[in-house]
Structures are given as C-alpha cells and as structure tokens.
C-alpha cells in the first residue's frame, strides 16, 4: 500500500510488536482472525488451499445461513486516540462484507462486553480496495471491535492514532521518541525503501527493510525526518543506530530540536530549529551514543538530517521524567 495517504504521519497502533492482538472473533472459519492486523502487505497465491477452502491473507468467517452478523476484538498494545482507519479489502472480491461499523472502549480484560462506544458508524465498504475513515474523538481506547454485515473477509484492519502516556510515577530517563511512549515520526524528505515510522518502534532493526532508508541523491541538498516528542523534554543522549546498513549507511548526521505549539508549524523550514549534535560522522552497522549535546533547553520536536542520503535503522532521544527532570 502506498505510504501517501491522508493518515501517514500518525502512528499505526494495530502493529503487533507493539502487543496489539486479536482477542476475540465470532467466527474465522476461512481464515484467522490474527492476520487482519498482520504488519506486511496481504497476499495472494492463486493454487494455496487448507482443509477449509481457499487460504486468504486476512480475517475471513463463514457465509452466514442464521441472523446477525460477524465481529472480531482488537486489543491495543499501547492505549491510544483513533485518527482514522484503513480496512483493507484487498483480495476479497466476491467474499467481502458490504458494510462495517466500529466500537471502541476502554478495558482492563482481553474481551470486553460492556462499555462500547461507536466511533465509525455503518459504512459501505468497497472489494478489494482501502476503505479510509477518518475519526473525530479525542478520546483514549484501549479495545476496538470491528463489526462486519453480515460476514465475509478483510484483509487488513489499519488503525491510525497517536500513544498517549501518562508519565505520572515514572523516574528518570526515558525515551521520548518511542513509539510506545507517544513519540512519532511527523514528516520526511524521502522514505523510498523503508518507512520513517521504523525509527523509534521497540527494539533493534531486524534487517534492512526495518529502518528508514531514502533513494540515491542524485541533485542537491540532504534528506531530513521531523519527529514530535511524547511530551517537551531536554534532550540529554541520542542514539543513532545504522543496524544492517553497510553500503548505504549515511555519511554524517546532525540533529536539529525546537518547541512549537503544534505538528503543522514543525516544518523543514521553520525558523526556530536550533542545533542540538552538529554534524557528526557516522559509521556502518552500529550504534552511535552521543551526550555531548548543546544545551538549548527543552524541546517539543527534533529534525534529524542525514547527507547526503541513506538508511538509519533507529533513533532513540532520552530525557529525565518525573521529580528529576530539568
């Protein structure tokens, strides 16, 4: 699926290595209700059958013979505020529902029965297609349950928002940056071969494909991402890591942070950056620690520019929380 859609620069929380997982679903004859927030792109393979019929890359129940309809739960890894959502029909043609609806609630237990609220009322889905909703609730959810009328399959359910964390008790550096505790990467100049949002989920890359990589620079100038900090904080240790990339690791890096009062006004070129790592070599497969940053304060937001070009697996901005904090 194409990254350039009205929902790219929030997080997706259905990501499973964030602990999202399917807890519940009426039926998933056809095909496992897991896979309907499995983070690759769906599939097809025209001659692959199971003992149940054809195998489909997504959640898909039986044709339904009785009244009612189907309905899968979804547990957030990370509690969260819904933006929008993709449900993605691709590959279901004549098995597709007709419509979905969507509840959300906040729960302490994998299957909720009370509690929901509807956030995305009955909406007609089209087949093998990404049916986009946009959510206006500024809410936190924990569970989503996705409605179905009155079966059928969807490959993909993308759920878009943004972590929020309470940081209340919490001591201490903590990573502002990570995807867990609310931070987000909001723009960049390039992502041709892997995502900006790559770069601050849990955990080292697993190979190249898991960082952020730009095509070749073959004019001018260098590549840049913008990310927004959980909450403001003063930057203390910076971690760039170039895990798996050799041949296309970047040449050097610098790091640029400001406060501004919202997404929109931390463009590339806003006025209020200030320098916080000045440009600095880096090295192949490996990460880079840097503490002696200037002292410019806190800061909502970072710019981190690569020259000219290349691949950064993670990055990682520490700042104390709590009764320590600057």
């Not at 240790?237 to 040449?251: I, S």
């Not at 790592?277 to 490996?286: A, I, N, R, S, V």
């Not at 710019?303 to 709590?322: C, E, K």
């Amino acid at each position: 699926m194409t990254s350039n859609h009205q929902f790219h620069h929030w997080v997706r929380l259905e990501q499973p290595r964030l602990g999202t997982r399917v807890t519940y679903a009426t039926d998933d004859f056809f095909a496992a209700k897991e896979r309907i927030i499995d983070s690759a792109e769906p599939v097809f393979i025209d001659d692959k059958y199971d003992d149940h019929g054809k195998w489909m890359d997504g959640w898909e129940s039986r044709r339904k013979r009785i009244e009612g309809h189907d309905f899968c739960i979804i547990r957030l890894g990370v509690p969260g505020v819904i933006r929008g959502f993709n449900i993605d029909t691709s590959h279901f043609t004549g098995n597709y529902p007709p419509a979905a609806s969507i509840e959300a609630c906040v729960s302490e237990v994998d299957q909720p029965e009370d509690g929901w609220t509807e956030i995305l009322g009955r909406t007609d889905l089209s087949g093998d297609s990404h049916n986009f909703a946009a959510i206006d609730n500024e809410r936190v959810w924990t569970h989503l349950r996705l409605h179905i009328y009155p079966d059928g399959g969807i490959a993909r359910l993308r759920i878009f928002g943004e972590v929020k964390t309470d940081f209340t008790g919490v001591e201490g550096f903590v990573d502002l940056a990570a995807i867990e505790n609310g931070g987000r990467a909001i723009a960049c100049s390039d992502e041709h071969y892997g995502s900006m949002h790559n770069l601050n989920v849990p955990g080292r890359g697993v190979n190249m494909g898991d960082g952020w990589e730009t095509a070749r620079r073959r004019g001018p100038g260098n590549d840049w991402v913008i990310m927004a900090l959980a909450e403001p904080g003063v930057i203390e240790r910076v971690e760039v890591d170039t895990a798996h990339f050799k041949g296309n690791y970047p040449d050097r890096v610098s790091l640029e942070a400001a406060v501004f009062e919202s997404d929109d006004l931390a463009t590339a070129d806003s006025s209020g950056w200030q320098i916080l790592l000045p440009d600095t070599k880096l090295k192949m497969d490996q990460q880079h620690y840097f503490e002696a940053l200037e002292a410019i304060g806190k800061v909502s937001h970072i710019r981190m520019s690569i020259f000219p070009d290349g691949g950064v697996s993670r990055l990682r901005l520490f700042a104390q929380v709590g009764g320590n904090k600057k």
